[in-house]
């Protein structure tokens, strides 16, 4: 007959072993909560909200080097499509949308007589420094605090690029690109575009840095 107490042994280490994870059981993070966001992003996020404009508000990120994305969101939807947008921060997204609304479509409207349909951009965060100089001090594209407009395509089809359009033989395009550069530099806190320097002969860059600053 078997003894009873070596059977109950048994099985008390075979229990006690499956509570116990094995040295190489991989651990399982949890993830972090994500801080609410502050008044300002609160206030930013209700703005964008009343335009009916459609944003995902994404986690905040520091990525070292100075670089960083915080109370940064992923525009969606504001009626006009943009490319290449990553994360921008939430005053970014309100401007981009108050520019491209109050003086990106009435300039098209006047001086093309039809609307964008989509603007190209460069993109937002980029962890480099001013004009990419090395040991240069970080550009607002570090801090997803910035944008770089390339295009705009309009609804009778054209394409209007900056780099091609800028000293454009027609007078009606370089109007319409010098108005939305203007209406840029009224919105942002920066506007920089080709007559700045060689590196924005093919963009508009627009921030929310210190300014003002136009050029």
């Known amino acids: 007959m ?3 107490f070596l059977i109950f ?3 008390a280490t075979l229990l006690l072993g499956a509570c116990v994870p094995s ?3 991989p651990r399982v993070e949890r993830p972090r909560p994500q801080p609410a966001p502050d008044a300002d992003t609160r206030q930013c996020l209700a703005d964008l909200r009343a335009g009916r404009v459609h944003v995902r508000l994404l986690p905040d990120r520091h990525y070292g080097g100075g670089c960083s994305a915080l109370g940064s969101v992923q525009l969606l939807d504001m009626g006009v499509p943009v490319t290449n947008l990553g994360a921008m921060t939430c005053p970014l997204a309100r401007t981009f949308v108050r520019w491209t609304r109050e003086g990106v479509q009435p300039a098209a409207r006047e001086w093309l007589g039809t609307e964008v349909v ?3 951009s460069f993109g937002t965060y980029s962890c480099r420094s001013v004009n990419s100089k090395v040991g240069g001090r970080i550009s607002e594209h570090g801090r997803a605090n910035a944008v770089d407009v390339s295009a705009f ?3 009778d089809g054209r394409r209007i690029t900056v780099l091609d359009g800028w000293n454009s ?3 009606r395009v370089r109007e319409f690109l010098r108005a939305v550069h203007a209406a840029g530099c009224r ?3 920066i506007g920089i575009g080709p007559d700045a320097n060689a590196q924005h002969r ?3 860059h627009f921030d929310m840095g210190r300014g003002p600053y136009c050029r």
């Open 153 to 155: 395509v309009l609804g």
């Open 169 to 171: 033989d027609q007078r």
């Open 187 to 189: 919105h942002f806190n």
């Open 9 to 11: 042994a048994a099985v």
């Open 202 to 204: 093919n963009h508009f």
């Open 118 to 120: 989509r603007i190209e």
């Open 23 to 25: 040295p190489e059981s």
């Open 2 to 4: 078997r003894n009873p």
